[in-house]
């Protein structure tokens, strides 16, 4: 059974720093696509970061770019979101995701271009 399990979130003030992890298990990640999706009360998903199977591309979201980096370790199977100068409006909770194609990069901002999903991790900024 393929898993996708987040940590490290948790209730941060602005400006501070919080490191998300994402845990697969079940099957290696390591020709895919990953990404870090978060979804606020009342609002879509969106898409907040994404990097490819050899770590030679990332995207960012607008909202994010300068303040948070995307990793990855593939012998641990992991992806990784370092977020920094966190707002009230980072507060979401946030999904890992996983595509199941090998070796593709395509729309790698759209939530349709992952089958797999963690539960999601809730991160919560005070002002």
């Known amino acids: 059974q393929v898993q996708l399990v987040e940590s490290g979130g948790g209730l941060v003030q602005t400006g501070g720093s919080l490191r998300l992890s994402c845990s697969a298990s079940g099957r290696t990640f390591s020709r895919n696509t990953m990404g870090w999706f978060r979804q606020a009360p009342g609002k879509e998903r969106e898409f907040i970061a994404a990097?490819?199977?050899?770590?030679?591309?990332?995207n960012y979201a607008d909202s994010v770019k300068g303040r948070f980096t995307i990793s990855r370790d593939n012998a641990k199977n992991t992806v990784n979101l370092q977020m920094n100068s966190l707002k009230p409006e980072d507060t979401a909770v946030y999904y890992c995701a996983a595509d199941s194609r090998d070796f593709v990069y395509r729309d790698p901002e759209s939530t349709g271009g992952y089958y797999y999903w963690g539960q999601g991790t809730q991160v919560t900024v005070s002002s």
């Open positions: 990097i490819d199977w050899r770590r030679s591309r990332t």
